[in-house]
């Protein structure tokens, strides 16, 4: 790395030498440029009148230009008069510009740099602090949701602190990684959602692994889309990219804010199922129907009624949300800070469920000199996270509280956990949730430091060098235990798991910016960069199993009488980069962005471990020519049009390479460890590919009181990573190639419009996303792939996705069903792993018309992905009174209910849907539901249901105390508010609620709901104080 340095500082004396004026008598004349407000304005241009010399303000407005005696500046940008100021003998010259007209000329942060919106050229969505703040929500990512076009949130689990998955222009790959890349502060960081073991032990549902950054220090988010502006990332940018700028302090006064706020949560909504009386009729007719006995008599059947378990009212709570938080900054000419405290806790809706993060964060910019600025962003954060086993089918708490038996008391005459539905004969054999929920221990603890220091030197007023240092620790263990006093750890006597795991990332960035204005007209930048980063993981677990007491937990595995074998792992890798742009702007009119970087990484074979990612693009400011000047309806038009390369290098490590398994063979009372070729090499392995292409339109008319932007973008990714099929004679079944495409293509729309101003304002800003997904290719010669089976227990199903070829990623594979069969029609005969069919059964369609129902006539029968997905938010005032309600949904997409298997069973071993009431009966001959008795699990267009809704997600009431007026000298500003989150969701779906993904970030496991943490309905009261 340190060759690479001192070359890039080789490169920078020969720039110098080139771009550099004599410097003659000159002075250096440095600065901040701040609104009425006290705010700086990016991006403002410092010009010395009468010549072609001048610099750009940067993102905190600061600049620094050399001035010849007598010299003049002219300080100017749109939306603001400018100012000429008179330099003397002035070395220091802080400028306040004035406001002209509203549109104040919004500044973008984009990679490596921030750009005026006006110039840009790539596709940016940006989601400011006002947005962040008007949702309670764990992590940074969460407040994505509805708030920018292209972007698909998908909250993967409700559980406090869990995983998010987001698809920017849907997804592009099949094995690899869909998820952005995020940079917080210069910072790229890897939103690995997994947990630590996934899986029936510790549950199914993910971990966010952005839940450690606290969301009230964020300033703002940009959201690269387009491969213009996401090329500059590389081998990183293909799955869109997402930069996030945590608050900084300014020049002035030190201000101290407090955020507070306190909350209630509870389950919106919750399925409604048989009573006590009605699943015992329920049990008994499947029984009979079945050959068998009635187990419940009469006077059973009476004193159930009145007397039924809602095991869903048992498991789930009222549950509080609370968020504190404290920040100071300020500073002087010289050094800004900006300090804050938080402490954040969620309580799950689930029983001995939450998540509590405490963090600290400290930002500092400290000016040493004219020309010499040095600085540092550091985050500290603790997260515990008590999960709940959810997400599996085999005896997740919720999935145990839909089936369990509501004839079963919570506890026994005792006062002991009644253990479990084994009393009923025939009955699944699923653990009390209650007990399951209350004595099973899942503990993530995760400590966090995230930072870097930067230092910056103005080499002359035009070139900037910037180097930076930075680094993502994070040192987690989990602890699972589950006790022999519960049906999870019975038969086990007592099972236990202790892991830590330990990832560290430091990241090395440094770069050269030349900012150039000639004769006004034009506008010259180049960047010039390298970046190294690398990622070391080490891991290390234990398990146990046969404790003579329960006492003492996972505490001390050495009580176990049974060891299980130890595990332990160390991974690294590592990333070079170079990288380069230039953005050309002439006559405020026609723009020009080109970006080009070369990555090597170590997760490539050594013929393919470069890789280059350019990218172009060009801008037209039509709304700035004279004949759109003289009207005063357009004040906006800007058309843009680009293409370019990204990749996707987000696979496992060490995938070209051979790989060597252990064995374990018995010989006699001797077990011998070996080690076995596990895996062929493929040292041709390369990066996936993504050309993107994009045209772009911004309107905005009456001064951009309506401003509308629109997108269209065709999306190619090829070489993706998948497993071709191997002879046996090779010793091998696959070998990971690079084969097979996917395509996106769309259109985004977006509109923000200022409706109503004055004493009462009302703004409305709406967004909407259309993405067709489809498989372009696969294998040699494949038309098609199943999927790898899902689910798990009982309820494993095989094969239930499928990658078709003209298809979306994801698509349900299963049987079409026509009804239910009557009495005298004919049935077609079936294979035996449907079961005996007749009257009351289901009808399944013989797709391939043989005459024979089997899984041949399996078919696609939904699809994961929504035709569109939109966001609304209308943000209304009046004097000190506001109100924010923000809505957003999605339309077209399909949910696979792994639940209904059994809630629509109806043959007495689980609890069913209140809807079996109307199952079928020769008196009762039901075209849509069957009759009671046992069938095996088949996955059909039954269990397939439409998942679009429409969300009232946020309503904010607020009022800000007129502090003014008050006379109180030490309070600067005070509002109150109160808030509803997930108020309401319409839906056809009838499961707990349609936004769900129990596989979190798999590219191929979307839209499926086996047992999920259900969604809250939280109602906060909050305050917001500057001191």
């Known amino acids: 790395m340190m060759k690479n340095f001192y070359l890039l500082l080789n490169v920078a004396l020969i720039f110098l030498l080139i771009i550099c004026p004599s410097f003659g008598q000159e002075r250096t004349v440095k600065g901040t440029i701040t609104d009425e407000m006290g705010d700086p304005i990016p991006g403002t241009s410092v010009l010395l009148k009468g010549s072609s010399t001048g610099t750009v303000a940067d993102f905190d407005g600061g600049y620094s230009i050399d001035v010849p005696e007598g010299g003049t500046l002219v300080f100017s940008f749109i939306g603001f008069i400018s100012k000429e100021v008179e330099v003397g003998n002035q070395t220091s010259i802080n400028v306040q510009l004035m406001t002209q007209i509203s549109d104040l000329g919004e500044v973008i942060v984009v990679g490596y740099g921030v750009q005026r919106k006006s110039d840009l050229t790539g596709s940016v969505s940006s989601v400011g602090e006002r947005d962040i703040k008007q949702v309670a929500v764990a992590s940074l990512d969460q407040a994505l949701q509805g708030r920018a076009s292209g972007v698909q949130v998908t909250q993967a689990s409700a559980a406090p602190g869990g995983g998010v998955s987001i698809r920017i222009r849907g997804g592009n790959s099949i094995n690899a990684s869909n998820e952005p890349l995020y940079v917080i502060d210069g910072i790229p960081i890897f939103p690995n959602n997994a947990t630590y073991s996934p899986g029936a032990t510790g549950g199914g549902q993910s971990q966010n692994a952005l839940a450690n950054i606290n969301p009230g220090d964020i300033a703002s988010m940009e959201i690269l889309k387009d491969a213009s502006a996401t090329a500059i990332y590389g081998s990183r940018g293909a799955n869109g990219v997402v930069i996030i700028t945590t608050k900084r302090g300014q020049a002035g006064v030190t201000n101290i804010d407090v955020e507070s706020y306190y909350g209630i949560q509870e389950v919106s909504r919750t399925i409604p199922l048989l009573n006590a009386e009605e699943f015992a009729i329920v049990a008994n007719e499947a029984r009979v129907n079945r050959g068998q006995p009635e187990i419940f008599s009469a006077e059973d059947i009476a004193g159930f009624r009145g007397n039924s378990t809602d095991w869903q009212h048992e498991v789930f709570r009222q549950a509080p949300i609370q968020n504190h938080q404290i920040t100071i900054s300020g500073g002087d000419k010289k050094t800004r800070y900006a300090i804050s405290g938080n402490y954040f806790d969620q309580q799950g809706v689930i029983l001995n469920s939450g998540f509590t993060r405490g963090s600290l964060r ?77 004595e099973t221990l899942n503990k993530n603890v995760t400590n966090r430091v995230l930072g870097n220091v930067y230092f910056e030197w103005d080499i002359v007023s035009d070139l900037k060098f910037r180097a930076s240092a930075g680094m993502d620790y994070q040192a987690g263990r989990r602890d699972f235990y589950a006790p022999s006093t519960n049906n999870r750890g019975r038969n086990a006597f007592g099972s236990a798991l202790v892991e830590k795991k330990d990832v560290f990332s430091p990241v090395g960035t440094l770069t050269l910016n030349y900012n150039k204005i000639i004769n006004r007209d034009h506008n010259l930048t180049l960047l010039a960069g390298y970046e190294s980063q690398s990622q070391m993981v080490d891991f290390v677990g234990a398990q146990a199993t046969n404790f003579p007491t329960d006492a003492l937990g996972s505490d001390n595995l050495g009580l176990g009488q049974i060891v299980g074998t130890p595990f332990s792992g160390r991974s690294i890798w590592r990333l070079d980069s170079w990288f380069g742009r230039v953005n050309y702007t002439m006559f405020d009119k026609f723009l020009f962005t080109g970006t080009f970087r070369a990555d090597g990484s170590s997760r490539f074979g050594s013929g393919n471990k470069w890789g280059y990612f350019p990218s172009a693009a060009i801008g037209y400011n039509i709304g700035n020519e004279p004949f759109l000047k003289v009207q005063s309806i357009i004040s906006t038009l800007k058309v843009t049009g680009s293409w370019g390369l990204t990749g996707n290098q987000e696979i496992g490590l060490y995938q070209s390479l051979s790989q060597l398994n252990t064995e374990r063979n018995a010989f006699g009372s001797v077990i011998a460890i070996g080690l076995a070729p596990g895996r062929i090499p493929n040292p041709d392995l390369r990066w996936e590919k993504t050309n993107q292409v994009n045209l772009g339109l911004e309107v905005g008319v009456w001064e951009d009181r309506v401003f509308l932007e629109a997108a269209a973008y065709y999306k190619k990714t090829q070489d993706l990573l998948l497993p071709l099929d191997l002879p046996r004679s090779s010793g091998f079944s696959t070998i990971l190639q690079n084969i097979g495409s996917v395509e996106n293509k769309g259109i985004e729309l977006a509109i923000n419009s200022n409706n109503l101003s004055g004493a009462f304002s009302w703004v409305t800003n709406a967004n909407i996303t259309f993405n067709r997904n489809k498989i372009l290719q696969l294998g040699p010669g494949e038309s098609f792939r199943l999927a790898p089976d899902t689910g798990d227990g009982h309820l494993q199903i095989s094969n239930s996705s499928i990658l078709q070829v003209g298809a979306p990623v994801g698509s349900f594979f299963g049987m079409v069903t026509d009804g239910i069969y009557q009495q005298g029609e004919d049935v077609i005969p079936g294979s035996s792993s449907f079961g005996s069919i007749g009257p009351g059964d289901i009808r ?38 506001d109100l924010s309600i923000f809505l957003q949904g999605t339309y077209g997409n399909d949910v696979w209910n792994v639940n209904s298997h059994e809630l629509y069973r109806n043959d007495g071993a689980t609890n069913n849907v209140r809807d079996v009431l109307n199952r079928w009966t020769p008196e009762n001959p039901s075209n849509e539901w069957p009759s009671a008795r046992t069938r095996p699990f088949v996955l059909s267009d039954r269990h397939i249901e439409d998942a679009s809704f429409l969300r009232v997600r946020n309503i904010t009431l607020g009022y800000q105390l007129p502090v003014a007026n008050t006379g109180v000298t030490w309070l600067r500003s005070c509002r109150i508010y109160a808030q509803a989150q997930n108020l309401f969701t319409f839906t056809n779906y009838s499961g707990f609620d349609p936004e769900v993904n129990s596989f979190g970030q798999n590219p191929i496991g979307i839209g499926i709901d086996r047992g999920t943490f259900p969604m809250a309905r939280t109602f906060i009261l909050g305050v917001n104080f500057g001191l």
């Open 844 to 881: 399944y369609v013989d797709v391939n018309g043989d005459g024979v129902i089997n899984n041949n006539d399996r078919t696609i029968i939904g699809n994961p992905q929504p035709k569109f997905f939109y966001g609304l938010t209308n943000n209304l005032a009046y004097k000190h009174f």
């Open 362 to 438: 400290i930002n500092v910019d400290k000016t040493i000199n004219p020309r010499v600025t040095v600085g540092n962003s550091l985050t500290i954060s603790r997260a515990t996270n008590n999960q709940q086993v959810t997400d599996v089918t085999r005896g997740g708490v919720v999935n145990a509280a839909l089936v369990f038996s509501p004839t079963l008391p919570v506890f026994d005459e005792n006062n002991n956990y009644t253990f479990d539905n084994s009393a009923i004969p025939g009955s699944q054999q699923v653990g009390n949730p209650v007990q399951d929920a209350m």
